[in-house]
């Protein structure tokens, strides 16, 4: 009874740190008449949107979670299409994959270095 008590709080545990990455994460990189977002759904689907002078593009796909010591460290994008030419001229530079980021303290981390590549939950 004790192992099915422990065992239910570590799954109410994860669930619920889990649900705390969901939402909204905005771009950190300031752009005019922009407006640049993942979306991180219940489902473990993802939508990425970028506006720019009223041009919409949007990508959807999976995102997986990982985590470290009980608290989500990386996450997964099953597929990335990047719409930001700033970023994509980053990526080019240092032929890096933008699908396996890092997910700590509300924010996703593609570059640690480099807050403007990063997004913040708000």
Known sequence: MKHIIISLGLLLLIS???????????????????????ELLSDSTFKYVYIKNNIYQEHTGTWQLFYRNGS?????????????????????????SLQDPLIRHNQIIFDIDNYDLNFKKK
Do not use: A, M, T
């Open 16 to 38: 619920c740190s889990q649900n705390n990455v969901l939402g909204r994460y905005y771009s950190c990189h300031k752009e005019k008449d922009v407006s640049h977002y993942i």
């Open 72 to 96: 989500p460290e990386d996450i997964h994008f099953s597929s990335w299409v990047e719409f930001d030419e700033y970023i994509l001229k980053w990526k080019e530079e240092r032929q890096s």
